[in-house]
């Protein structure tokens, strides 16, 4: 049975490989489709997508998309949406004018702890990619505030550091209809403890297409839990490693953590009739 993987990263977001190079790990781990899903952009599934043509690896446009949700920031995962839809570039455009935003907030509350950093390292630190708080965790471990990002992220960058956060993302209601609209699947990103069975509801209830069933983060029992509520409300089932590089335990989950091509067909199927009816 051939396997996916639906959940990586890339340099055009946090991860630590380009676009191009995850492909051919991809094969090398014995995968035949995986999707790019970096966040609030798709600039790395063009090239990916390339590269995965040369060899022989599906590459799916994914994006894991930020959103508000009751007042706190969530993660859904668009699939085999249209990447040139226009109205869905915008909402991209937006956020990523909201990513700069949000860590401009995040530098001025470490700033008010005494801590010197500036939006402009953090900003080189992504070189040319989405920025996000990794991003501000490398600074602060190179400038030796930290010894390591998971400490960055204990100490100062967690949400229970930080505190509510401003968003500056759409609501989850509007991130459905956007992918939507595009032709895409929503798929609710690694649920793990995130959310309570009645807060899921709500996401069903704006239009969600699916849970991210296989993750990195789920154990044996949460993994059962998800396609049991999939099964009962009809819902896609997704699977992911969440891969960001090779450092910090990712590298064991790539190829190993995946869903089926079963599972990836039905997605496919449902975004091919969903662009018949929009069109």
Partial sequence: M????????TTASDGRLSPEEVPA???????????????????????ASEAG????????????????????ESHLLAYCFDPEDPDFLQLLAHHKKARLDRIEWIVGQLTQQGLDID????????????????????????KGYVGSAKEAFIRYLGNHALGPIQSYYVSHEEAVERIKGAGG???????????????????????????????????????????EMAEQHNL??????????DGEGYLRNFGVITTSLAQVEKLKQMTRQRKKISV
């Fill in 236 to 245: 896609l089932m997704t699977g992911g490693s969440d891969y960001h590089g």
């Fill in 53 to 72: 043509e040369r060899i022989g690896v599906e590459v799916l446009p994914g994006v894991e998309l930020t959103c508000d949700f009751n007042n706190r």
């Fill in 25 to 47: 790990l991809a094969s090398e781990n014995g995968l035949e489709v995986i999707a790019i899903t970096d966040h609030d952009t798709i600039d790395g599934y063009f090239p």
């Fill in 2 to 9: 051939g396997k996916a993987d639906l959940h990586i990263h």
């Fill in 185 to 227: 699947a929503t798929i609710l990103a690694h649920p793990g403890v995130l959310y309570s069975r009645e807060e899921i509801e709500q996401w069903i209830d704006a239009g969600l297409d699916g849970l991210e069933v296989v993750h990195s983060s789920h154990n044996y029992d949460q993994q059962k839990k998800y396609r």
């Fill in 119 to 142: 939006k402009n390292e953090v900003r080189a630190e992504a070189a040319g990619g989405n920025v996000g708080r990794p991003h501000v965790a490398s600074v602060l471990v190179k």
